[in-house]
């Protein structure tokens, strides 16, 4: 399902672009902001210092908190505007990605390396890939956490595609095994710290930065929203648990919602298999499509549900690296994941 006219585009784009239709017309796009995005200054403290004990170190605060507005207004804010010189041709794409698959790749992995310096990322819809693009944009200008560069957006009647440079490494799920226990205290104490430059990019509604309805483990396989504002986010986790309760899978006394955390960006699917160890040491975080505004507990929740990995120190690590561990209200929101599970997954329509 499309929802085109919030997934970053201004409601006048199409009428006012001779080269686009609303239907797979090809297009070749790039994240716009507007007001432009403030980038992240460096530190006056030396770089050892904060290196111990400023790890997050301050990221700009994001221009995106538009106080009492609905999520529609973000679509005129984070944008996708026509490239004029793209890098590849949107017709030319379905091509190297079915020349580039191999027969061993996983279903859901569908990313391709075209080229010595460049992959391509297929998505499900022009939707997915927007949001992604502007949420890597505003990552790779406002914090310091190293992410992939991008170079375009692409779509065409056989897909949608993101252009991004290719880093040379070994992501952590399949490198943990054969690292040092201090290498991997100091991999959990970076992303700790990559999490905390998150936490300081912070909005009144949740939601996409641009709009898009949600997805992820928290939003049901159909995805959910836009929500007009922080009550009717609320609200619809709340009807979640009424869901469970009312089919006895969940206590009739089970706390509600927890609004006692701010919302901030999020990225919802921070696991070893998205974290890159690149070979001259940097951690990249990779696969930024799920992220967006939402309370701070959301990280613990999604990193928690990871069924592909599975380490006793990595989930001792967990509630650290995401913020959670001195919280006097973890148990209360675990619980609360746990009685709305049900619904999520097996009630996601009711």
């Not at 100091?186 to 430059?197: K, N």
Request: proline share 10%; net charge neutral; hydrophobic share 40%.
């Amino acid at each position: 399902m499309s929802h085109l006219p919030n997934a970053g585009f201004p409601p006048d784009f199409f009428q006012n672009s001779l080269a686009v239709s609303p239907t797979v017309t090809p297009l070749a796009l790039y994240p716009h902001f507007d007001p432009p995005l403030t980038p992240w200054r460096p530190s006056s403290y030396p770089r050892w210092f904060c290196s111990v004990f400023r790890p997050g170190d301050t990221p700009s605060r994001s221009p995106f908190d538009f106080e009492g507005e609905k999520p529609q207004c973000y679509s005129l804010h984070a944008t996708a505007i026509e490239m004029e010189s793209p890098l590849f041709s949107p017709g030319e794409l379905p091509d190297l990605v079915h020349a580039h698959k191999q027969p061993s790749d996983p279903d859901w992995l569908r990313v391709y390396k075209i080229s010595p310096d460049t992959i391509v990322k297929e998505h499900l819809s022009l939707d997915e890939a927007i949001t992604e693009a502007l949420n890597l944009s505003m990552i790779g200008t406002m914090t310091t956490i190293p992410v992939p560069k991008l170079r375009q957006i692409a779509r065409h009647r056989k897909g949608s595609y993101l252009i991004m440079e290719y880093i040379e490494g070994e992501t952590l799920d399949t490198a943990w095994s054969r690292l040092t226990l201090f290498a991997k205290l100091h991999i959990a104490w970076t992303l700790r710290g990559y999490v905390r430059q998150l936490r300081r990019l912070r909005r009144t509604v949740p939601g996409t930065l641009n709009g898009a309805p949600s997805i992820g483990c928290l939003f049901t396989e159909y995805g959910a929203g836009p929500f007009a504002s922080y009550h009717d986010f609320t609200a619809w986790y709340n009807h979640k648990l009424d869901v469970s309760q009312r089919m006895k899978k969940a206590p009739i006394d089970a706390p509600r919602f927890d609004t006692s955390w701010p919302v901030v960006f999020t990225h919802m699917d921070l696991c070893p298999r998205n974290i890159l160890l690149a070979r001259d040491g940097t951690l990249y975080v990779l696969d930024w499509q799920r992220s967006g505004f939402y309370p701070a507990w959301f990280e613990y929740i999604a990193m928690l549900s990871d069924v592909h990995f599975k380490s006793p120190l990595w989930d001792l690590l967990t509630p650290w690296i995401s913020h959670t561990v001195f919280s006097p209200t973890r148990k209360r929101i675990l619980e609360y994941s746990r009685n709305i599970g049900w619904a999520l997954t097996m009630g996601p329509l009711m």
